[in-house]
T-cell receptor
Framework: KQEVTQIPAALSVPEGENLVLNCSFT??????LQWFRQDPGKGLTSLLL?????REQTSGRLNASLDKSSGRSTLYIAASQPGDSATYLC???????????FGGGTRVLVKP | GAGVSQTPSNKVTEKGKYVELRCDPI?????LYWYRQSLGQGPEFLIY????????DSGLPNDRFFAVRPEGSVSTLKIQRTERGDSAVYLC???????????FGDGTRLSIL
């Protein structure tokens, strides 16, 4: 059974610092991995999707890497801003299925 | 292009009652998913539809939960004899294909008193 873990559960940084968010998964037979952002009381906003054949994806200040063999993904957010404060979730789709299996999220606070 | 729409946004009801939660996916998305999210946790999978049929219902916790998608578009999640433990945010997502991101609605916050 696939398990996804995100450590730390919460993170606080001063504005301008780079953010590094970690995600690990137990079964490397994944189809793809997706990073989401969730604001309080809201649904999930898709940030980046990495196919299993890819090593990384970039969008603006966001960069996500994938190391399937070690079961890890990292989301980097450059030059953090207070508006980046939110919960960040990673999720994987296994090679044999369609459902997303989520980690517990990392709650980020960027202080002005 | 509208996103995924879920109604109602909030639902408060008494233990033992029946509830229906509605999801209107992005137009043209054949895949539709229901997830449930408890406070401070990541969402957990409930059921996946491809078109009108439930392709994977392995996440439904018991037979009080049922979902339909009769015309391959709008879906309804139905919960019978609600219990306090059913309180959570119920999220719906849709996607075009497995290779494309799943897009989520804002969810229905269900509270069972």
């Amino acid at each position: 059974k696939q398990e996804v873990t995100q450590i730390p559960a919460a993170l606080s940084v001063p504005e301008g610092e780079n953010l590094v968010l970690n995600c690990s998964f137990t079964d490397s037979a994944i189809y793809n991995l997706q990073w989401f952002r969730q604001d309080p009381g809201k649904g999930l906003t898709s940030l980046l999707l990495i196919q299993s054949s890819q090593r990384e994806q970039t969008s603006g200040r966001l960069n996500a890497s994938l190391d399937k063999s070690s079961g890890r993904s990292t989301l980097y957010i450059a030059a953090s801003q207070p508006g980046d404060s939110a919960t960040y979730l990673c999720a994987v789709i296994s090679r044999s299925g369609n459902k997303l299996t989520f980690g517990g999220g990392t709650r980020v606070l960027v202080k002005p | 292009g509208a996103g995924v729409s879920q109604t109602p946004s909030n639902k408060v009801t008494e233990k033992g009652k029946y509830v229906e939660l509605r999801c209107d996916p992005i137009s043209g998305h054949t895949a539709l998913y229901w997830y449930r999210q408890s406070l401070g946790q990541g969402p957990e999978f409930l059921i996946y539809f491809q078109g009108t049929g439930a392709a994977d219902d392995s996440g439904l916790p018991n037979d009080r939960f049922f979902a339909v998608r009769p015309e391959g578009s709008v879906s309804t999640l139905k919960i019978q004899r609600t219990e306090r433990g059913d309180s959570a945010v119920y999220l719906c997502a849709s996607s075009l294909t497995r290779d494309q991101p799943q897009h989520f609605g804002d969810g229905t916050r269900l509270s069972i008193l």
